[in-house]
């Protein structure tokens, strides 16, 4: 038993390897199947809702045969798990001694048991998971592009080439005359960081005969956080932004104007972010209802997702309804002294006396926009 733990390692060694790539050629074959339905799609005239659904059925054969594969990664946690559980055991096998243990089925989930599968007494009369609401599937943080800087402090500089950007410009020069000189301007500009923050408070009888809410009240107030960050950092954006209005009628060529719009002050748009109502728009619309060639601007990624000309559609419910924001979100930064930090507390105000616990959710930011013309937005 000398080579036992080498002989371990390049086991479950080898069962990863194959598991990530029989992976790998699934996401290779996925995204030739995607891109010939959308070359299909094209050429029938089919509505992007339509192509969408036959994308997913295509990623949730995918995920079908991930979940085959996966069965070789669980028996691995398994073993993990198992070999943690007996170690001393294990050791006793490398010494020369009979012990042994024991590794569950890789498919024992399949006929669960309180009695086979779980150690302790079941809690009864009601269920341990809450219903709660939706959560918000793309926070501002997410949108492509956006990036969170930390600041060691509250306070951060940064250096904008401001309007006019600079004064002269090149000319040719004539023999004897002097070269044309050009000054660049330069504009300081502070952001100064925010506490954004809130509580709850519950009782210490409540966390213990609730014993969910240990955790449902921390994952709540983190939403109510960044739901409360993407109302602050897309009022800023719009009041940091130009408004733009297109001449096109469908919301579809109205996207490629915005682009056009953005291109044209050589900025390279990162994400086109609208609402759900835009977006369903758009999932409806027919290549023959608008005057691009084909319809080739308008596509379903492998992950199925709309992509216009190559960038991605987010939807982002934080905002008004109606509106579109399309640039290079690169010059979006959020400025961030400390992050969304929840704690709990018992010594706040007249908690030990009530027997009450205080919840704190909290994070020091700031939105910085490096650029005003880094894009534009629109109300349709």
């Not at 991930?66 to 070789?72: G, H, I, L």
């Not at 809410?213 to 109510?224: A, K, N, T, W």
């Amino acid at each position: 038993m000398e080579n036992f733990d080498q002989i371990l390692k390049d086991g479950l060694k080898n069962v990863e390897s194959q598991v990530k790539e029989q992976f790998a050629e699934l996401d290779k074959k996925t995204a030739a199947q995607v891109a010939e339905l959308n070359e299909d799609a094209t050429k029938k005239g089919q509505t992007l809702a339509e192509l969408s659904e036959k994308v997913n059925q295509v990623i949730a054969n995918q995920g079908k045969l991930k979940a085959e594969s996966e069965a070789n990664l669980d028996f691995k946690a398994q073993f993990a798990e198992a070999l943690e559980k007996n170690f001393d055991r294990v050791q006793g096998v490398r010494k020369g001694s009979d012990a042994s243990f024991s590794l569950k089925s890789a498919d024992f989930f399949k006929d669960a048991t309180l009695a086979g599968n779980l150690t302790g007494s079941a809690v009864a009369g009601y269920s341990l998971t809450p219903a709660i609401r939706g959560r918000r599937m793309v926070h501002f943080r997410d949108i492509p592009g956006v990036e969170v800087i930390p600041s060691a402090t509250g306070i951060w500089k940064f250096y904008r080439n401001a309007p006019p950007a600079n004064t002269g410009s090149f000319g040719t020069q004539t023999e004897g005359s002097a070269k044309a000189i050009i000054d660049y301007n330069w504009q300081e500009v502070t952001v100064t960081v925010n506490t954004e923050a809130g509580f709850a408070r519950v009782s210490n009888q409540m966390l213990r005969d609730l014993p969910f809410l240990q955790s449902f009240l921390p994952g709540e107030l983190r939403e109510d956080y960044l739901r409360h960050e993407d109302n602050r950092f897309v009022n800023a954006l719009m009041a940091a932004t130009s408004a733009y209005s297109a001449s096109a009628s469908v919301y579809a060529e109205r996207l490629i104007e915005y682009m056009g719009a953005v291109m044209a002050r050589d900025y390279s748009p990162t994400a086109i972010v609208t609402t759900a109502g835009n977006w369903t728009a758009l999932m409806n619309t027919k290549p023959g209802d608008y005057s691009l060639p084909g319809g080739a601007a308008l596509s379903i990624t492998a992950e199925g997702n709309i992509a216009v000309a190559g960038v991605p559609v987010v939807v982002f419910n934080g905002m008004t309804s109606g509106r579109t924001f399309v640039g290079d979100f690169s010059k979006v930064k959020i400025i961030q002294a400390n992050a969304l930090e929840v704690r709990f507390f018992e010594q706040d105000s007249d908690n030990v006396q009530k027997n009450m616990v205080t919840v704190r959710a909290e994070a020091d930011v700031a939105l910085a926009v490096l650029r005003s013309d880094w894009g534009i937005y629109a109300i349709s």
